[in-house]
């Protein structure tokens, strides 16, 4: 079965500092991969994700990942933190191939804090 | 614009009530999902379906029932509330085939006492 690990369910940079948040799958087969963000009292919106071909993904808001196969990584990062990007991200896959369902399996999330 | 609406989005209630949680949206997607959120444990997959007729369960759906009756509306019932079922509930939506983004509601804060 899939399973989508992040890595640290609290990290805080500060302003002007790289982000990266963590991201591991567990699949025998390469799933597609999400990263969602929550703010606060809000459902997820989608940040990016990787579903083929290039394996830097740029996103929304100056966020990018990058698909590692060799390490079945799914990493985010942002060059520089701003205040606004205080949020709950979320690391998700889906399956491919035959009798793929759409369904998302989520890690547990990571709650980003952004300092002055 | 389209858009993904739950309601109500607070409800508070007793163990042992019926419980219904709407879902309502008008991407005209065939796949609709629910979800519940807890501290520590993401989001989990409650049910799903796939079009008008069509229900499967999720990882977590003991307790609850869904029915789909037409595109835009997936409702879910919580037969006999229970207080493990205090959660925050969010519904999503997706166009057939894999590896398509789901558009989430703002989520029900639900609360059984």
């Known amino acids: 079965a899939q399973s989508v690990t992040q890595l640290g369910s609290h990290v805080s940079v500060s302003e002007g500092a790289l982000v990266l948040l963590r991201c591991n799958y567990s699949?025998?087969?390469?799933?597609?991969l999400f990263w969602y963000v929550q703010y606060p009292n809000q459902g997820l919106q989608l940040l990016l994700k990787y579903t083929t071909g290039a394996t830097l993904v740029k996103g929304i808001n100056g966020f990018e990942a990058e698909f590692k196969k060799s390490e079945t990584s799914f990493h985010l990062t942002k060059p520089s933190a701003h205040m606004s990007d205080a949020a709950e991200y979320f690391c998700a896959v889906s399956d491919r191939g035959g009798g793929a369902t759409n369904k998302l399996i989520f890690g547990t999330g990571t709650l980003l804090a952004v300092q002055p | 614009d389209a858009e993904i609406t739950q309601s109500p989005r607070h409800k508070i209630t007793e163990t042992g009530r019926q419980v219904t949680l709407a879902c309502h949206q008008t991407?005209?997607?065939?796949?609709m999902f629910w979800y519940r959120q807890d501290l520590g444990h993401g989001l989990r997959l409650i049910h799903y379906s796939y079009g008008v007729q069509d229900t499967n369960k999720g990882e977590v759906s003991d307790g609850y029932s869904v029915s789909r009756s037409n595109t835009e509306d997936l409702p879910l019932t919580l037969e006999s509330a229970a207080s493990s079922q205090t959660s925050v509930y969010f519904c999503?939506?997706?166009?057939?085939?894999?590896?398509?983004?789901?558009?989430f509601g703002p989520g029900t804060r639900l609360t059984v006492l």
């Open positions: 991407w005209n997607h065939n796949n």
């Open positions: 699949s025998s087969v390469p799933p597609y």
């Open positions: 999503a939506s997706s166009t057939s085939g894999s590896g398509n983004e789901q558009f």
